[in-house]
C-alpha cells in the first residue's frame, strides 16, 4: 500500500468511521432509554395488568407466564390459559379477571400490545441468555416495581 493512501485512510476516512461508530451508539442508546428505564412508553393494554403485584408482591417467576426463554428464541407473551391457572379461582369477581375469563371462554388469544421489540436487523435469543444465568432484570428493567 502506497504511503499517501494510507495516510489518507488514517487521517480521513479513520475518523470518519469512529465518528459514526460512536454516532451511531449515542443514538441508539437514548433512543432506547424510555424501554430499558421502564419509562414513558405504556400503551393501553386490552386487561389491565401489574407486574408490580405479580413479580413483585407475590413474587411470581418470569418463566412462569412468559414459557420457553429456556429452550426458544423468543419468551412467549401469556395466553389467557396460563393467566387462567391461578384466576379460575384468584380474584373471579374483578372486572379486569372478568374480561380475562371472557377472552378465554370465547377461546380469543389476548390482544397485547407489544412493549420490548429487537430491531429486525438484529437477532435475540432468549434461551442462550437465560441458560448463562443472565437475569430478565438485566435487559428488561426492574419490572418488579412498574
Known sequence: MNKSLLDHILRIRLPITIFIAIASFAVTYFASRAERDGIGYNPDQPILFSHKLHAGDMKID?????IGVEKSRHAI??????C?????????DRPEIQKLTAYYNEGKA???KR???VPDFAYFNHSVHVNRGIDCVNCHGDVNRM
Open 115 to 117: 412493549i420490548h421489540k
Open 77 to 82: 407473551v401469556p395466553s389467557a390459559s396460563t
Open 84 to 92: 387462567m391457572n391461578c384466576h379460575t379461582i384468584a380474584r373471579k
Open 110 to 112: 389476548l390482544p397485547w
Open 62 to 66: 418470569c418463566q412462569y407466564c412468559h
